[in-house]
């Protein structure tokens, strides 16, 4: 049972304009929620994190906004550059621990 | 500070066999997690260790196995290998405190033959 969702798996943006990737969960537990880049061959890099105390939190391009009653966080890049092309992840956790839910990531290309 | 370094970072092994991977979290983080990467299934988190002890378990077959020494190092055994092992094996460590962010290894990559 996938707890966290990204149903698109695949987005392109033109550089210079808005990248909107979605997440939607279904765990009413989860209070941290986080996003991760990934490069091929590489680990995940952390990129911005947002507890449920919260409904944005924004950290240079990055920008992470939490809508609790609709169970949906969203990661805006504003401007996107060709460098942000990668697969990037949503996790969920329970503050209960540190396992983390991640979903199956979406596929960015921002193209020149 | 040296991030989180994950040892090998490949590895072909034959069905049946098994194999051990081997995490060193970043100096002073105590809670060390394991996830397995595959095609279309996102990572999906195996167990958790804080000073020495599992603390959170995914839900996979006792063949997988892990344990924390006390210097927070970490391994993970899979034994009797089988084909749907191969996977991206990714290590991520953490403050001890739980709702802090995970900071992830480069994975081992296993190839099962």
């Known amino acids: 049972d996938q707890q966290v969702k990204q149903n698109s798996p695949s987005l392109s943006v033109q550089e210079g304009r808005i990248s909107i990737l979605n997440c939607d969960y279904t765990?009413?537990?989860?209070?941290?929620f986080l996003w991760y880049k990934k490069y091929p061959a590489e680990g995940p890099t952390f990129l911005i994190s947002i507890s449920s105390i919260k409904d944005k939190n924004e950290d240079g391009r990055f920008t992470v906004f939490l809508n609790k009653s609709a169970k949906h966080l969203s990661l805006h890049i504003v401007p996107s550059q060709p460098g942000d092309s990668a697969v990037y992840f949503c996790?969920?956790?329970?503050?209960?621990?540190?396992?983390?839910?991640f979903g199956t990531g979406t596929s960015l290309t921002v193209i020149p | 500070k040296a991030g989180v370094t994950q040892t090998p970072r490949y590895l072909i092994k034959t069905r049946g066999q098994q194999v051990t991977l081997s995490c060193s979290p970043i100096s002073g983080h105590r809670s060390v997690s394991w996830y397995q990467q595959t095609p279309g299934q996102g990572l999906q988190f195996l167990f958790e260790?804080?000073?020495?002890?599992?603390?959170n378990k995914g839900n996979f077959p006792g063949r997988f196995s892990g344990r924390q020494f006390s210097n927070s190092r970490s391994e993970m055994n899979v034994s009797t290998l089988e084909l749907g092992d191969s996977a991206l094996y990714l290590c991520a460590s953490s403050l001890a405190q739980v709702g802090t962010e995970a900071f992830f290894g480069q994975g081992t990559r296993l190839t099962v033959v």
């Open positions: 765990n009413s537990m989860f209070d941290y």
């Open positions: 996790a969920a956790s329970a503050l209960a621990g540190n396992q983390f839910y």
């Open positions: 260790y804080f000073s020495e002890t599992q603390r």
